[in-house]
């Protein structure tokens, strides 16, 4: 009987988190149920089982491939000899791991070091490059999942974007470590240093330089990554929550790695390589569930629902209409364009719907991103050039590409009916064949 109370308390308490008629209205209220939902959806993505398989999918492919991208990531900065300024951020990501960590980190700086990339030859650099591209092709694939993107980039974009982000990402990291040395060396900020309060901001400042820069790379990845258009400020506080709690997780597993004696005396010399596994898999599981949050603080909508949605084909043709038409109308009357976030609340339809349809329509050159912002949807061309059987392409084209490739041996009358054909039996189209 009790159990029975409990569980229909604990009913209760979702359908007002996910399904409250009314919310709060006033601040901190708002926020704070907000907050909740967006705990309980990262919670129930949790044990739903999903980001735990990609993060230790993850896990293994960083194994594979953390030399090789370490090894390309470096070789911008060794031609311009700065690369001893990466190492810093390397020794950081394993000293949770305790001494043994740095002596890891030091092992791995020396199979890169061992690494020529330019006297591999033309196979091992395809080798070396395909490693790296595919372990970043596993992360886009986890983030596509979060944000219910079923497409993923084309080969030629991974290659470019991923290839330009993995070496020149590395190379404006190490210009944002100099431009602050210069600024904290100046004459000007040395005298402000000598004044007070000043001196005790300029030091906090230069104390919390490292988390700034572990944040504003949570920030980038959640909004390079994905094959969707990520907001800034909700791809930030991702980024800040996830860069508190990496730094966290480090401490609460460096005391770990401090009390795991019995750990070495089971393991031996196999420890530090467990304690590695475990770490490497928070770390990922840390960087999934910041982009879950992003998710859902840019989709609030989607708290309530578990799975992604599926549109019928039909009902897919018709949200590009109707938002093609949400579109073209203030354009036609001389009005703003709308922003995104408007078109989804008219439509009351999930965001992740018209998110994807409107790629699918940005990505035919019918729709383009406007505005300050690049939230705001406009017409990519003349309204006069665009009619409605050009919006019905672009949101077929993936079904179409799917018919296409259906056997030969399939007669045509199956496909391609009108609703009045739907009561045929297959006998009937079966009898017709013959």
């Given at each position: 009987?009790?159990?029975?109370?409990?569980?229909?308390?604990?009913?209760?308490?979702?359908?007002?988190?996910?399904?409250?008629?009314?919310?709060?209205?006033?601040?901190?209220?708002?926020?704070?149920?907000?907050?909740?939902?967006?705990?309980?959806?990262?919670?129930?993505?949790?044990?739903?089982?999903?980001?735990?398989?990609?993060?230790?999918?993850?896990?293994?492919?960083?194994?594979?491939?953390?030399?090789?991208?370490?090894?390309?990531?470096?070789?911008?900065?060794?031609?311009?000899?700065?690369?001893?300024?990466?190492?810093?951020?390397?020794?950081?990501?394993?000293?949770?791991?305790?001494?043994?960590?740095?002596?890891?980190?030091?092992?791995?700086?020396?199979?890169?070091?061992?690494?020529?990339?330019?006297?591999?030859?033309?196979?091992?650099?395809?080798?070396?490059?395909?490693?790296?591209?595919?372990?970043?092709?596993?992360?886009?694939?986890?983030?596509?999942?979060?944000?219910?993107?079923?497409?993923?980039?084309?080969?030629?974009?991974?290659?470019?974007?991923?290839?330009?982000?993995?070496?020149?990402?590395?190379?404006?990291?190490?210009?944002?470590?100099?431009?602050?040395?210069?600024?904290?060396?100046?004459?000007?900020?040395?005298?402000?240093?000598?004044?007070?309060?000043?001196?005790?901001?300029?030091?906090?400042?230069?104390?919390?330089?490292p988390f700034f820069l572990?944040?504003?790379?949570?920030?980038?990845?959640y909004v390079f990554i994905?094959?969707?258009?990520?907001?800034?400020?909700?791809?930030?506080?991702?980024?800040?929550?996830?860069?508190?709690?990496?730094?966290?997780?480090?401490?609460?597993?460096?005391?770990?790695?401090?009390?795991?004696?019995?750990?070495?005396?089971?393991?031996?010399?196999?420890?530090?390589?467990?304690?590695?596994?475990?770490?490497?898999?928070?770390?990922?599981?840390?960087?999934?569930?910041?982009?879950?949050?992003?998710?859902?603080?840019?989709?609030?909508?989607?708290?309530?629902?578990?799975?992604?949605?599926?549109?019928?084909?039909?009902?897919?043709?018709?949200?590009?209409?109707?938002?093609?038409?949400?579109?073209?109308?203030?354009?036609?009357?001389?009005?703003?364009?709308?922003?995104?976030?408007?078109?989804?609340?008219?439509l009351r339809v999930p965001?992740?719907?018209?998110?994807?349809?409107?790629?699918?329509?940005?990505?035919?050159?019918?729709?383009?991103?406007?505005?300050?912002?690049?939230?705001?949807?406009?017409?990519?061309?003349?309204?006069?050039?665009?009619?409605?059987?050009?919006?019905?392409?672009?949101?077929?084209?993936?079904?179409?590409?799917?018919?296409?490739?259906?056997?030969?041996?399939?007669?045509?009358?199956?496909?391609?009916?009108?609703?009045?054909?739907?009561?045929?039996?297959?006998?009937?189209?079966?009898?017709?064949?013959?």
């Amino acid at each position: 009987m009790a159990s029975l109370q409990i569980q229909e308390r604990l009913a209760a308490a979702e359908k007002w988190i996910l399904a409250n008629p009314n919310p709060p209205q006033h601040w901190p209220w708002t926020w704070l149920y907000k907050t909740g939902r967006s705990l309980y959806a990262l919670i129930r993505d949790f044990i739903g089982g999903q980001l735990t398989l990609h993060a230790m999918s993850l896990v293994y492919t960083t194994l594979l491939s953390i030399v090789p991208l370490l090894a390309l990531s470096f070789s911008v900065l060794k031609a311009l000899g700065v690369h001893q300024k990466m190492e810093p951020f390397l020794y950081q990501f394993f000293q949770p791991l305790g001494p043994q960590g740095i002596d890891m980190a030091e092992r791995i700086l020396g199979f890169v070091d061992n690494m020529k990339v330019g006297v591999l030859g033309s196979v091992g650099l395809a080798v070396l490059v395909y490693t790296v591209v595919s372990l970043v092709q596993k992360i886009e694939r986890s983030f596509n999942m979060i944000w219910r993107v079923p497409e993923m980039r084309s080969l030629a974009q991974r290659f470019s974007n991923y290839l330009s982000v993995i070496m020149v990402g590395p190379l404006l990291m190490v210009s944002a470590i100099g431009i602050s040395a210069t600024i904290f060396s100046s004459s000007f900020v040395q005298t402000l240093i000598e004044i007070e309060p000043f001196g005790s901001v300029i030091l906090l400042i230069s104390r919390f330089t490292p988390f700034f820069l572990v944040v504003g790379a949570f920030t980038f990845v959640y909004v390079f990554i994905p094959n969707t258009r990520v907001k800034l400020r909700y791809a930030f506080l991702a980024g800040l929550i996830a860069g508190v709690s990496w730094q966290g997780a480090g401490m609460l597993f460096a005391s770990f790695v401090a009390g795991s004696a019995k750990y070495a005396a089971i393991y031996s010399s196999f420890a530090i390589g467990i304690i590695m596994l475990i770490w490497i898999y928070l770390n990922w599981m840390i960087l999934l569930l910041g982009a879950s949050l992003s998710f859902y603080l840019q989709n609030p909508g989607s708290v309530a629902k578990r799975h992604q949605v599926q549109l019928a084909p039909e009902l897919q043709e018709q949200v590009a209409l109707a938002l093609m038409w949400m579109v073209a109308k203030p354009f036609h009357e001389g009005r703003p364009a709308p922003r995104q976030e408007a078109v989804e609340h008219e439509l009351r339809v999930p965001g992740e719907v018209t998110r994807n349809v409107s790629d699918k329509l940005i990505r035919a050159k019918l729709l383009t991103l406007a505005g300050s912002q690049g939230d705001c949807l406009h017409p990519a061309r003349s309204l006069e050039r665009i009619s409605v059987g050009d919006v019905l392409k672009a949101v077929r084209n993936d079904e179409d590409n799917v018919v296409a490739r259906l056997p030969a041996l399939l007669p045509k009358s199956l496909f391609g009916r009108s609703t009045k054909g739907d009561e045929l039996t297959f006998a009937e189209l079966l009898a017709g064949e013959d």
